[in-house]
């Protein structure tokens, strides 16, 4: 299994327990660090052919396997994730707006109690 799949595991069983418990905030930044994990494994995107591609439903052909992440991977994506939140937290405390500059600082520190996990 590798480092996004051990992740992705992790996460959804921590935002099972957090909506249990009604911790909103918490289940936002968890599922914030699932898209961006998932986004991290999407293949990239090939130039536009000039013929349509076609496929016959239900044969599979349509699939495209997703990308294997390593550890360094998943601790990119999951800093990334951190790094926005403290600079969207500086910009808005410059505007005066500290408040939602906590609540993001909040935000950016569980998602590194996810980096430190890893």
């Known amino acids: 299994m590798d480092a996004g799949s051990n992740m992705k595991a992790r996460l959804p069983a921590d935002l099972r327990r957090v909506m249990?418990?009604?911790?909103?905030?918490?289940?936002?930044v968890i599922r914030a660090l699932?898209?961006?994990?998932?986004?991290a494994e999407a293949p990239p995107v090939r130039a536009q052919r000039?013929?349509?591609?076609?496929?016959?439903?239900?044969?599979?052909?349509?699939?495209?396997?997703?990308?294997?992440?390593?550890?360094?991977d998943v601790r990119n994506v999951l800093?990334?994730?951190?790094?926005?939140?403290?600079?969207?937290?500086e910009e808005l405390e410059h505007l005066k707006m500290l408040d939602q500059a906590s609540a993001l600082?909040?935000?950016?520190?569980?998602?590194?109690?996810?980096?430190t996990a890893e």
Do not use: C, W
């Open 34 to 39: 699932v898209a961006a994990i998932d986004n």
């Open 79 to 89: 800093l990334r994730e951190m790094h926005k939140r403290e600079r969207a937290a």
């Open 105 to 115: 600082r909040a935000e950016a520190l569980l998602a590194k109690r996810y980096i």
């Open 20 to 28: 249990k418990e009604r911790r909103t905030t918490e289940a936002k």
């Open 50 to 72: 000039s013929e349509p591609l076609q496929h016959r439903f239900h044969s599979g052909s349509a699939e495209v396997e997703r990308l294997l992440l390593s550890r360094s």
